[in-house]
């Protein structure tokens, strides 16, 4: 087995087997990602408009689908190949080589990291399709608001623990304040799974307390009847 220090992760003095750097640029990386990205949230986008739901809809619908696509493929790739992924060459370990650059756990396999991006992959990615399915059916499912919320949880729960280890750690696993790798990668693109399920939770939230106050009365009636 190869060990090498030769490499851009923090600690600097991480031994990373079989370390082989990135063939391709970051240019290359993130154009094809947010390329395909695009694609996924235009064809959502069309697709809602010509169902004529409304706009709010609209953008939820799009970050459903969208979140669906990344747990599944991108961190449901890492979950499975995590042990090898400093190794390889392919398109998604070389994105997440170059993630790793911003949070080394990802390029060491670190426990939480593991665990964390397993659950999301593999419970949360289905959650999410599931959650647009029942929002875009002809008969818009019951359980819709009921999905958006656990779904919404589970992501800010995922991601509010992957913040806080790391400040726990003391911002160890990569460079502080380094404009791409600390402020975009690690701070900005993570502050989605913050924001939009906070949003998400209290829209879920408020839907189905108004549900559950038109039920009350009638339950309240039916039982009133019941003791007459």
């Given at each position: 087995?190869?060990?090498s220090?030769?490499?851009?992760y923090?600690?600097?003095?991480?031994?990373?087997?079989?370390?082989?750097?990135?063939?391709?640029?970051?240019?290359?990386?993130?154009?094809?990602?947010?390329?395909?990205?695009?694609?996924?949230?235009?064809?959502?986008?069309v697709?809602?408009?010509?169902?004529?739901?409304?706009?709010?809809?609209?953008?939820?619908?799009?970050w459903?689908?969208?979140?669906?696509?990344?747990?599944?493929?991108?961190?449901?790739?890492?979950?499975?190949?995590?042990a090898?992924?400093?190794?390889?060459?392919?398109?998604?370990?070389?994105?997440?080589?170059?993630?790793?650059?911003?949070?080394?756990?990802?390029?060491?396999?670190?426990?939480?990291?593991?665990?964390?991006?397993?659950?999301?992959?593999?419970?949360?990615?289905?959650?999410?399709?599931?959650?647009?399915?029942?929002?875009?059916?002809?008969?818009?499912?019951?359980?819709?608001?009921?999905?958006?919320?656990?779904?919404?949880?589970?992501?800010?729960?995922?991601?509010?623990?992957?913040?806080?280890?790391?400040?726990?750690?003391?911002?160890k696993?990569?460079?502080?304040?380094?404009?791409?790798?600390?402020w975009?990668?690690?701070?900005?693109?993570?502050?989605?799974?913050?924001?939009?399920?906070?949003?998400m939770?209290?829209?879920?939230?408020?839907?189905?307390?108004?549900?559950?106050?038109?039920?009350?009365?009638?339950?309240?009636?039916?039982?009133?009847?019941?003791?007459?």
């Amino acid at each position: 087995m190869v060990i090498s220090r030769d490499h851009p992760y923090f600690p600097r003095e991480l031994n990373i087997p079989n370390y082989i750097p990135n063939s391709s640029s970051i240019v290359e990386l993130l154009g094809i990602f947010f390329g395909l990205a695009a694609v996924v949230l235009l064809g959502t986008w069309v697709y809602t408009t010509r169902r004529k739901f409304p706009i709010t809809d609209r953008l939820k619908l799009c970050w459903f689908v969208m979140c669906g696509f990344i747990h599944l493929i991108l961190e449901g790739y890492f979950s499975l190949f995590h042990a090898s992924l400093a190794g390889k060459s392919s398109y998604l370990a070389q994105m997440w080589k170059e993630y790793g650059k911003g949070d080394s756990r990802y390029i060491t396999s670190e426990t939480f990291i593991v665990c964390m991006e397993s659950i999301t992959a593999f419970i949360d990615g289905p959650l999410c399709f599931l959650t647009a399915a029942a929002f875009l059916s002809r008969r818009p499912s019951p359980y819709r608001y009921v999905l958006q919320l656990s779904v919404s949880l589970c992501q800010l729960y995922g991601d509010t623990l992957y913040y806080l280890t790391e400040i726990k750690e003391g911002f160890k696993n990569g460079e502080m304040w380094h404009p791409l790798h600390f402020w975009f990668y690690f701070v900005f693109l993570n502050a989605f799974w913050i924001i939009i399920p906070l949003i998400m939770i209290l829209q879920a939230v408020r839907n189905l307390v108004e549900a559950q106050s038109k039920l009350d009365p009638n339950d309240s009636s039916k039982q009133r009847k019941k003791a007459f």
